[in-house]
């Protein structure tokens, strides 16, 4: 294949630039805020999790305590009656009396064990509640830092998305000039060569592969005519010859 050397040469520049794509690709896979949003989605899923939990604790014990309350309140209201009769001196025979008296005092007790309970399930309660309360804030300020790391990736996307249009409008403008065949050649290698389908020869060395050309590889170079599109041995690539090549 043949090309003029000043479209070789462009080609260069065409590679830079694809090159810059490419690494502004990366930056943008690779912005420090996407594990950071992962992390805290991580940790905000979690805490979600608990905050459910210490509500629906909240709301159980809640119910809990009313049907408790209520268990009292029957009690109460069953020894008030107990009481009642006693007093009203309608039962005089002494097997009722003390069989209401014995009532009135084990209903004392089942209400003093009641409330007992009644109290350990405010505190349960209580316990929930200033736990959900916590969480709820704990939350927010999650929220908070989600939400501004958001917005930071948002606005580095936006940079970086800003200058790969520029650089692309870059490269197609630099790609016009150069001859379709070349163009589809190097297109061709940079798939197969990891985004670098040209390559400069610096000072006899390969700049895709990195490797000095032998003195037969050297003399071949030099022998070929200004225009051929010369490939390197070792990687396959196009390899441009510039003023800096050391031939
Ligand atoms: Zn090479």
């Given at each position: 294949m043949n090309a003029a050397p000043a479209d070789q040469i462009r080609l260069l520049d065409v590679q830079a630039l694809d090159v810059r794509l490419t690494q502004l690709a990366h930056r943008r896979d690779k912005l420090p805020e996407h594990a950071e949003i992962r992390s805290l989605d991580a940790e905000l899923a979690q805490q979600r999790d608990l905050l459910v939990a210490a509500q629906t604790e909240e709301s159980d014990t809640a119910r809990e305590q009313t049907k408790a309350e209520q268990d009292v309140d029957q009690v109460r209201q069953r020894a008030a009656r107990d009481q009642q009769r006693l007093d009203s001196g309608?039962?005089?025979s002494p097997k009722d009396l003390e069989s209401l008296q014995s009532e009135i005092t084990s209903l004392a007790r089942r209400q003093d064990d009641l409330e007992t309970i009644v109290l350990e399930i405010m505190e349960r309660h209580e316990a929930a509640q200033a736990r959900a309360k916590e969480l709820s804030a704990a939350l927010e300020g999650l929220e908070t830092k989600a939400a501004d790391a958001a917005a930071r990736r948002d606005a580095a996307l936006r940079e970086i998305d800003a200058e790969a249009d520029s650089v692309r409008t870059e490269r197609a403008e630099a790609a016009t000039a150069i001859p379709a065949d070349l163009l589809k050649l190097y297109e061709k290698l940079r798939e197969q060569q990891g985004g670098v389908g040209a390559a400069q020869l610096y000072q006899r060395r390969?700049?895709?592969?990195?490797l000095e050309l032998n003195i037969t590889e050297v003399n071949e170079v030099r022998a070929a005519a200004p225009d051929a599109v010369v490939r390197c041995e070792n990687c396959r690539r196009i390899l441009v010859r510039t003023p800096k090549s050391g031939l």
């Open positions: 309608k039962v005089t390969c700049e895709g592969c990195r």
